[in-house]
C-alpha cells in the first residue's frame, strides 16, 4: 500500500495515471472474477412525503417498505426528503473546490491520526494480487454537531465552504433524526426509541474524492466495507455506489435517480436490531471521464455511548448476538487495522 499525504489531487492522478499505461503488466489482466462489472441493483426507493401527514395508513406502508429495504438489502435511496436542490448542488460544488486546493492549503488538515475531528488524507494502493483490487482516493472529513463546536474548525477555503456544508449538515441531520425514528419503528420499537440518544449523538461527515481512472474495470475508489454508523445519508455527484447483493451474492450498481438520496444500514444499527436488519457491504467506483465526490454523513450514538441490543428483540429463540460498542470503540479498531488489506470488518469484531 503506498499512503502519501503530501501528494495533491492532481499529483494522485498523475501518478496513478503513470501506472494505468502499464497496467497489463501491473495489475491482473482481468479483474471480471472479482465483479467489477456488476448489473444494476433494483433498489427500493422510498417517497418521504408519504411518511408524515394525516392518513395513518401512507405512513405504515412506508415503514413497511422501510422493513422490507432493510432486511433484503440493508440499503434504500429516498426521495421527497425536503433537502432542496440547489442546498446539494452549492455543497457538492464547495467539495469540488475544497479538493481543487493547492496542496499546501489541504496538509494543513493531513493527519494519519483517526481520531482528530477535522483531517485530510490521500489513499493510493497499486498492489497485484488475486483477490486484492487497487484502489486511491482523497478524503476530507471533519466532526459537525453539535454544528457550533466544530465549523470553525472547518476549512475557511473555499469561502463558500462553512456556509453552504453547513446548511447541509442541519438539514441532513434533521433527515437522519426522522429516518431513524422511522427504522425503529419498523423494528417495533416505536418512533422515539432512539430519539434522544441520537439527538446527543455523533454526526461526521467523510468527503471522497475518487479521481477519473481510463480503466475504470481495474480499480476502485474504495474497496469492500460497512460502515460503522446507526445509519449513513450519501450524496453523489454521479453515480459510483456498488451494494453486495448478500441473496444473490453478486455486486451491483446502484442506479442514478435525479434528486435522491442513498441510506445504508450500519454496523450499530446491526447491533440495535440484533441482526434483524444487516450492515451492507459496499464500496465506490470510479469513472473513466471525469472525478467524482461522495458526501458520506454518518450518524452515530455519542463518542463513549455503548450501542446494545434493544432488549425488546432478545427471547430465548433470538439470543443476543453482538457485543456492546461505541464510536470510540470503532476509531480504536480503525487505528489498528488497515483497510488497504480489505478485510476492514468492525461488525465482524462484535459478533458473539
Known sequence: MEVD??????????????????????????LDHLGLSPAALDVPIIDLSRLNGDDPSRRAIVINDIRNACRRFGFFQIVNHRIPQEILDAVLSSAFKLFELSTEEKMKFSSNDVHKPVRYGTTLMLKDGVDRIPFWRSFFK???YPLNDWIQMWPTNPPDYRENMGKYVFEVRKLALELMGAITESLGLGKNYMRNKMEDGMHVIAINWYPSFPQPCQMLGLPEHSDYSCLTILLQSARGLEIFDAEDKIWKIVPEVQGALQVNVGDHLEVLSNGIYKSVNHRATLNAEKPRISIASLHSLGMDEKMKTAKELVNEDHPERYKESSFNDFLNYLSKNDIAEGKLSFINALRI
Not at 5 to 30: F, M, N, Q, W
Open 5 to 30: 499525504h503530501s501528494l495533491d489531487c492532481h499529483s494522485i492522478e498523475k501518478k496513478a495515471r503513470e501506472k494505468a499505461d502499464v497496467l497489463d503488466g501491473y495489475i491482473t489482466p482481468s
Open 142 to 144: 471533519h466532526y459537525s
